[in-house]
């Protein structure tokens, strides 16, 4: 792909998912898939569902360097070899050469595509992609052997697009295996989905997203194992965009400013929305709303269920206890959480200062606080 042409399915400072080697803690999902291929019965359509960030491209990927590169069983002169225990391929090997550079003739790869006119990614993937796709199956195999499809993602197909693969799936070509990414599969039509076989993928424990942050080159360290897991939801995804921008500090940060409250230090305030400050802090800006909310989610979480969360930065647990003690101050704190991220929404799409927008927000939390505070 020409370098000025940005691939959507790529996360910047990470490797390319066709690039990346190794899967963690996804071993039900590959055990699943190595059953279904082994019992002769494939489905030509799978749907790997799960949050952002854990492995599902990886997945997908992985699936179909294992397919390419393994011949369909005939029994042959001396019977069926037996099944293989993993999906992994030897990265030297041709297959996989030709599926890490986009070569390889049995492969499509189905993602928003380039508008040559407006210069820019499309922000659908539309029926003009899909038509592609169909001509891909029209070609005849070099070998004879399977088509394989990675939909990256689907939930970003338009209505003809989806349309149009609902008439694919309707009538699968000989020897096609689809594999449908989704984040929102609730999104995609029913019909699509009942066509599909449905593998969810798991959110990453501390051991293992330390393992594929390794990989992706990310910060690791069982220091911060615990913190990042929590932060990042199990996403690997979350957990490279905290550590490029600093996001383990940053969340140490707001909750030493939500340990003053109910009566907020306004320098420690000050000096948070400050680095929020300027149109060039958009990440940012960004970021810390997200942390901000993450931590409203988990005093909420805590006044529901009597106890914290394992912690994300020292000294959380109890600053979470003392906020919130009990279920009754656990709605304010979501309401609270709710009615902030749409300020944010709000501020952020009409130019509003940044800094001041962060500050407006820290006030009403503070606000919040001291209304439920005991007197």
Known sequence: MSDEVPEPDRLDGAPHP????????QDAAEAAFLSAH?????????????PRGIGKATFAWRAARFLLATPEADGGLFGAPPPPAT???????????????????????????????????????????MRQMKGFFGLSAADGGRRIVIIDDADEMNP???NALLKLLEEPPPGAVLFLISHQPFRLLPTIRSRCRVLRLQTLG???????????????????????????????????????????????????????????????AIALCEVAAGRASEVRFDLTVTLIDLFLARLARTGTTGAPPPEATPGEA??????????????????????????????????????????????????????????
């Open 160 to 162: 003809n697009a989806a």
């Open 206 to 268: 501390p051991d293992d997203l330390d393992r594929a942050l390794a990989g992706a080159g990310g910060q690791t360290g069982t220091a911060n194992a615990t913190s990042m897991a929590e932060l990042a939801g199990g996403s690997v995804g979350a957990a490279l965009q905290l550590t490029a921008q600093g996001g383990l500090d940053l969340y140490a940060d707001i909750v030493g400013l939500m340990g003053t409250l109910p009566r907020m230090s306004r320098p420690r």
């Open 38 to 50: 082994a019992s002769g019965r494939l489905p030509h359509a799978w749907l790997i569902t799960g």
């Open 318 to 375: 109890a600053i979470l206890q003392r906020l919130a003690p009990h279920q009754g101050v656990a709605r304010a704190w979501a309401d609270c959480a709710q009615t902030l991220g749409n300020r944010a929404r709000r501020g952020k799409a009409v130019n509003l200062d940044p800094a001041a927008l962060l500050m407006d927000m820290v006030l009403k939390i503070d606000e919040t606080a001291g209304t439920l505070a005991p007197r």
């Open 87 to 129: 999906l992994a391929v030897d990265p030297d090997l041709a297959v996989a050469r030709h599926v890490r550079a986009l070569t390889h003739p049995g492969l499509f790869l189905l993602r928003r595509s380039w508008d040559t006119e407006r210069k820019k990614m499309r922000a659908q993937i539309v029926v003009d992609d």
């Open 18 to 25: 066709r690039e990346t080697r190794q899967l963690f803690g």
